[in-house]
């Protein structure tokens, strides 16, 4: 008889598999070692907390996405958050405070997430809400930013507080870069991952990959040159056409595979590097892990969100505790009418469905009320 899909117990091997890698990557670096054994112990003890809510009737995710700010200097191409207007050039009105942000996080960190992204509009735009996260230990954060704010204030927070982890955005070289990101932007990436790397700061790249740029940020000269660079752990983040934008040059069926059996070569072929593919195999997961199955989203605002592509909410965290937002009835809806497994195009199950799950959120606000 063929055993019953664990989810639970598909995150946690998730989580410890990255941790073992993340600490075989750092070898070379002392403080960044003793970090990761302390963490590899806090993780450990939040998949038990992760358990016993599980027995108790109660899924947690592993990992939480914030993006808290609304904020961004750039103006990217193909950007999901602008084209939801989402972010905006200007901060605006009714953002999470910085101590609402450090509450968030503490209450996250006791129901057993590991690991919060915190992303934006430009998150190195919120230095409050950096700080808040420095100070909230046994949870890692990875830090997506743009790059542009790294400066020497940030460069010694990251080398004092080991649990942030700096993820400098670039699209491959300085031609694709540039031309997604804006003129210079590569080189000020470059010339910041020099300064993190002259630390013995443990920093990461992120990519969103495209049709455009599949072939050159899975080649082997990009992959050596960032590891040159001093890059320990690359995303590969599939690029999402929301709103019907550019939906040509995302990743098809074929790329998807592609990316999967490459992600697996790196895998075994760099020791110094950890490769992290967004969405991943979802076919391995039982379907997307968004709406709580592996993570969820919370926007500047504190609504919480199946995930940052489809920004619907029925409940918003200044409301609701975090344990109350996973019990929203939208995300149990998306989860129990199959909407998360069935076939899409791009990286994104709800990427085409952004009618309905506006309604369902529409419907699940009006009986919350």
């Known amino acids: 008889m063929e055993k019953e899909f664990d989810l639970q117990e598909y995150i946690t091997n998730g989580v410890e598999h990255f941790v073992k890698a993340s600490i075989k990557a750092a070898l070379k670096n002392p403080r960044e070692s003793a970090f990761l054994a302390s963490f590899a112990i806090a993780a ?3 998949a038990g907390y992760r358990r016993k809510r599980e027995a108790e009737g109660l899924h947690i995710p592993a990992f939480l996405i914030t993006s808290i700010t609304s904020s961004c200097n750039l103006h990217c191409e193909g950007c999901y958050s602008r084209s939801t207007h989402e972010t905006t050039d200007s901060r605006p009105e009714g953002q999470l405070s910085d101590d609402e942000w450090a509450d968030i996080f503490a209450e996250a960190k006791g129901l057993g997430i590991s690991f919060i992204v915190l992303a934006g509009g430009e998150p190195l735009l919120r230095k409050g809400v950096i700080e808040a996260a420095a100070n909230t230990q046994g949870v890692l954060f990875p830090v997506f930013t743009n790059g542009v704010f790294l400066n020497g204030p940030y460069l010694d927070l990251f080398n004092k507080r080991r649990n942030l982890l700096p993820v400098l955005s670039m699209e491959g070289e300085r031609e694709a870069t540039d031309t997604r990101r804006g003129d210079g932007i590569y080189d000020l990436v470059v010339q910041n991952m020099d300064k993190l790397k002259s630390k013995g700061i443990v920093f990461g790249a992120s990519v ?6 599949i072939n050159e940020v899975f080649s082997d000269d990009f992959i050596n040159d960032l590891s040159e660079k001093g890059v320990k752990f690359l995303f590969y983040v599939e690029y999402v056409p929301v709103g019907g934008q550019a ?25 110094d ?17 968004a709406a709580g199955r592996g993570f969820f989203h919370i926007n500047s605002h504190g609504d919480a969100e199946s995930c940052p592509m489809s920004p619907y909410s029925d409940v918003n965290v200044r409301d609701a505790s975090i344990e109350e937002a996973l019990k ?8 129990e009418k199959g909407l998360l497994a069935e076939e899409h195009k791009g990286g994104c199950a709800l990427a085409g ?17």
């Open 328 to 335: 929203s009835p939208l995300f149990a809806e998306l989860k």
């Open 247 to 271: 939906e040509e040059t995302a990743p098809d069926d074929t790329d998807r595979a592609f990316i999967k059996d490459r992600v697996a070569m790196l895998r075994q072929s760099y020791d």
């Open 353 to 369: 469905k952004e009618a309905l799950v506006r309604e369902l959120a529409e419907k699940f606000r009006e009986v919350r009320a």
């Open 44 to 46: 450990k003890k939040a």
């Open 273 to 289: 590097m950890v490769f992290v593919s967004i969405p991943g195999d979802e076919s391995a997961s039982g379907g997307c892990l």
């Open 208 to 213: 969103t990959v495209t049709k455009e740029n």
